[in-house]
């Protein structure tokens, strides 16, 4: 297909509407409008109901939110054990059996995990984490694959009143130690390591390295998986399974404040040094059930797959606490999706029977790349809804994911929200709502957005800065040690909101179209990665003089991240060695794709860098103004250096 032909597709897409079948409604939680009308009457009153339906209070709240802005509670004075509403209270109502996870190795072995096994062995790690003197109100870290016992830390964390930090596994020692330190965390719960593409990659070794320099750590725990050497140091280095072999088995759930705060969550800033996203109890998982239960309208014999990863928001609200806390049956994958085939999610989705699939846009684009006959060789007819997260859903991978997953039958839930959010945002409920492809149409009941001018005036039609007009119950309750920055980063922008970084525009239906990040905040693969961060980590190369980042469209990674570079005088460094070294700053997802070397960045006479001359030029776009360069002759170079990269892609 020629490029104008595609041009007039994706045109067409945009007007294409696709409404909920007569068979789907039929069986939907929701349909019509009725619950956004109730929430439109009385949004407080609204999300009071959702927690009395969907939690189990061992005490009711005085006041439904206390708002001092930009400071929230909510449910204020009520108590709950997150754990016993994601474990015990399944069990207790006899679904002890119910399958929480079914798990998948890469390798491919698996494991069965019913509530009332998880409900066990997270007791006794709950045990394991007093025993080592964790107490309520500590933070605990955990660096782990994707394994069933990130979940297990995470819960038990959660019963006793511990706030866990998890640190995705691909983070690198430098970040880790940070966080560990940032958090001033006790015990740090890892494994000897994971597998990823066929292979074993180490944790524990990496771990090693961060914990050189964490002081506040006083133990280790480590979970066998990998089954890769790694040393033990004496007194702080425990085996997982030698000390739940004696751990007691009873460990009762303790009712907390609805505000104890549940974990920290790091991601990157638009200065370099990461933020700990701080989410408390009760607020927290009255949205990400709520969100979970009617985004994806929920069933009771439901096998639901989200592809995240728990190092991510979207895998502690969308794997473990929405779904738990719904009693919901998972899936849950260990490994990336071309091991051994490229058609590895179509087989488990037919393995399982998967009936709810929750993706990135990033990993729809990459199986476009690897073609139709993958999806083709499996029996996909279990599935009923799909989701998007991450990042925007072009059309056409929208109308992809539709035809070639959902069998052109399922709805697609696109659900825009954030670390900071907790829960989602803005999404059709599949039931409800005629959705357009592309487009995460309108904000969930209870949720209070505007898109705004310049200016903070409201805007009705056209594009603009998405903000939140109100608290919700799963927004952030801070940055940890930190509230100047929160003030400043979040409610700093807007006069009396909550600017969320992202462009949006709203279409003559009212229909809202995120456009991505407006600040230095790159997007890849789904992963928020600032252009700061990457340059301090190019800039401590001792080679490396002066750097400069930018996000630039990429096809599938939607944005790929570009870096200009100017060495230091007579020094030298391979290309490939210095994205290794930010690979070891920062991890592997931060590497850029490619890298510039360059006698000068192009800088205004103050001396500042003009980055958006730099994405115009990783974009191959036209140049608009450059009469502020101090020196137009750079820019030029750089282009042409550019369009020698693109011609050799
Ligand atoms: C982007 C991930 C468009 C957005 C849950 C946001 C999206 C950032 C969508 C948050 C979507 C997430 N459409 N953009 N459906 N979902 N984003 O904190 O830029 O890792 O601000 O949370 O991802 O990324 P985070």
């Known amino acids: 297909m020629s490029d104008s032909a595609n041009t007039i597709d994706a045109l067409q897409w945009e007007n294409r509407r696709f409404p909920p079948s007569e068979e789907f409604k039929q069986q939907a939680l929701v349909t019509g409008t009725f619950m956004y009308d109730d929430a439109a009457a009385d949004d407080e009153g609204f999300w009071a109901r959702q927690a009395a339906d969907l939690l189990d209070w061992n005490s009711e709240w005085s006041t439904i939110c206390e708002w001092n802005l930009p400071f929230a509670k909510w449910f204020v004075g009520g108590t709950l054990n997150v754990s016993y509403n994601c474990l015990d209270r399944h069990v207790l109502a006899g679904r002890g059996d119910k399958v929480a996870f079914h798990w998948e190795g890469e390798p491919g072995d698996s494991r069965t995990i019913t509530y009332a096994d998880l409900l066990a062995e997270t007791q006794r790690f709950a045990n394991v984490l007093k025993g080592l003197g964790v107490t309520t109100g500590d933070r605990v870290n955990i660096y782990l694959p994707m394994i069933p016992e990130a979940a297990v830390a995470m819960l038990a964390c959660a019963r006793i009143g511990a706030a866990h930090s998890v640190v995705f596994g691909g983070f690198s020692a430098h970040s880790l130690r940070d966080r560990i330190n940032d958090a001033e965390a006790k015990v740090l719960i890892t494994a000897d390591g994971g597998y990823r593409r066929g292979e074993v990659f180490a944790l524990k070794p990496v771990a090693d390295e961060a914990l050189a320099d964490t002081p506040s750590i006083t133990d280790v725990v480590v979970v066998r998986r990998g089954g890769n050497d790694v040393e033990m140091q004496d007194g702080r280095d425990h085996w997982y399974h030698d000390l739940m072999a004696t751990a007691d088995a009873d460990c009762p759930a303790e009712p907390m404040d609805s505000e104890q705060l549940l974990f920290l969550l790091y991601t990157s800033g638009t200065t370099g040094k990461p933020k700990g996203i701080m989410h408390t109890s009760g607020g927290y998982l009255t949205q990400v059930a709520f969100t979970h239960k009617y985004v994806f309208d929920l069933h009771d014999d439901d096998v639901y797959w989200c592809t995240a990863d728990v190092g991510w928001i979207t895998g502690h609200s969308y794997i473990v606490y929405g779904p738990l806390a719904n009693g919901a049956t998972q899936v849950m994958y260990e490994g990336v999706p071309n091991f051994p085939g490229n058609d590895r999610f179509w087989a488990i989705i037919a393995k399982y029977g998967v009936t709810k699939f929750y993706t990135a846009p990033t990993a729809i684009r990459t199986f476009m790349k690897w073609g139709t006959q993958e999806p083709a060789k499996h029996d996909l007819s279990s599935l009923q809804v799909l989701g998007s997260v991450g990042e925007p859903i072009n059309p056409e991978a929208w109308m992809w994911y539709h035809e070639h997953i959902g069998g052109g039958r399922c709805p697609i839930v696109d659900t825009w929200w954030q670390t900071e959010t907790g829960g989602v945002m803005i999404s059709p409920l599949p039931g409800a ?108 190369h001792p080679s490396v003089a002066e750097a400069a980042v930018v996000g630039a469209n990429d096809a599938t990674t939607g944005q790929a991240i570009i870096a200009y570079v100017t060495l230091r005088g007579g020094a030298t460094v391979d290309e490939q060695d210095l994205r290794q070294f930010v690979g070891e700053e920062i991890g592997h997802i931060a590497k850029p794709k490619t890298i510039y070397f360059t006698q000068e960045l192009p800088k205004t006479r103050s001396g500042k860098i003009m980055r958006r001359l730099l994405r115009d030029v990783a974009e191959g776009r036209n140049l608009g103004d450059t009469s502020t360069l101090a020196d137009a002759n750079v820019v030029a170079e750089l282009q042409r250096r550019a369009a020698e990269t693109a011609s050799e892609d």
Request: net charge negative.
């Open 433 to 540: 709502t005629t959705t357009k492809p592309g487009s995460a149409t309108f904000p969930l009941p209870g949720i209070g957005m505007e898109v705004v001018d310049e200016n903070g005036a409201r805007i009705e039609r056209g594009g603009g800065y998405l903000t939140l007009t109100r608290p919700w119950p799963s927004m952030l309750r801070g940055i940890w040690g930190d509230p100047q920055r929160y003030a400043e980063t979040y409610w700093g922008r807007f006069d009396g909101r909550y600017f969320a970084g992202d462009g949006a525009k709203l279409d003559d239906d009212g229909y809202l179209w995120l456009l991505g990040r407006v600040d230095d905040v790159m997007n890849v693969s789904g992963h928020r990665i600032s252009t700061t961060e990457v340059e301090s980590a190019l800039v401590a």
